[in-house]
């Protein structure tokens, strides 16, 4: 099946610095989703991003779906940020999202 | 419009007992999958419902088990409870009947088994 990574797997920042995540797949899409793991759990819905760019805020996302990845940027990181962020993508012949690894964030004041 | 609801958010169990975990999805969605989350293994997939057929199941042995009933409600069973079977479990729904729709999740059970 197709396989999801994502980088780095662990990122510490300081208040008000910049970061980008990267999420690779190792075959074709027809959709990608990034989410960000609350502490208590629930998956929050950041973007809905098979293909282009979407900006939401401090937060945007890129996915160049022929050369196999996406990109989730952070800008001006808050301490709020902190948490788990997840790339999940449906192969074009699969019937169900994968997840990948996660990259575990840590903004500090 | 309510989101994902799931119940109970948290539950204790004994090793060989079952237990049923309840989700209601976004009004008007018809699909629902389960999701375990484990630190070991990650966020795998169970199974998917629609309109109250199981359409796509994941690697899970038949001790794992759902249904989905007629207004979209799903339960999902898991039965003779193993140590290894504590985790998050989550629940999404989506509005569209392929998988191009953006899923959306429920807060999560999160079961222990002693």
């Known amino acids: 099946g197709i396989q999801v990574e994502q980088s780095p797997p662990d990122l510490i920042l300081q208040e008000g610095a910049n970061s980008t995540l990267r999420c690779n797949f190792s075959?074709?899409?027809?959709?990608l989703q990034w989410f960000h793991q609350n502490p208590w759990g629930q998956l929050i819905n950041l973007f809905y991003i098979p293909s282009g760019t979407k900006q939401n805020g401090r937060l945007s996302a890129t996915t160049v779906a022929t050369e196999r990845y996406s990109l989730l940027y952070i800008s001006s990181s808050q301490t709020t940020d902190s948490g788990v962020y997840f790339c999940a993508v449906v192969a074009n012949y699969g019937q169900n999202f994968v997840f990948g690894p996660g990259t575990r964030l840590s903004v500090l004041p | 419009k309510a989101g994902v609801t799931q119940t109970p958010r948290y539950l204790i169990k004994t090793r060989g007992q079952q237990v049923t975990l309840s989700c209601s999805p976004i009004?008007?969605?018809?699909?629902v999958s389960w999701y375990q989350q484990t630190p070991g293994q990650g966020l795998q997939f169970l199974f998917e419902y629609f309109s109250e057929t199981q359409r796509n199941k994941g690697n899970f042995p038949g001790r794992f088990s759902g249904r989905q009933f007629s207004n979209s409600r799903s339960e999902m069973n898991v039965s003779t409870l193993e140590l290894g079977d504590s985790a998050l479990y989550l629940c999404a729904s989506s509005l569209k009947t392929d998988t191009t729709g953006e899923l959306f999740f429920g807060e999560g059970s999160r079961l222990t088994v002693l």
């Open positions: 009004s008007g969605h018809r699909s």
């Open positions: 075959d074709s899409v027809n959709n």
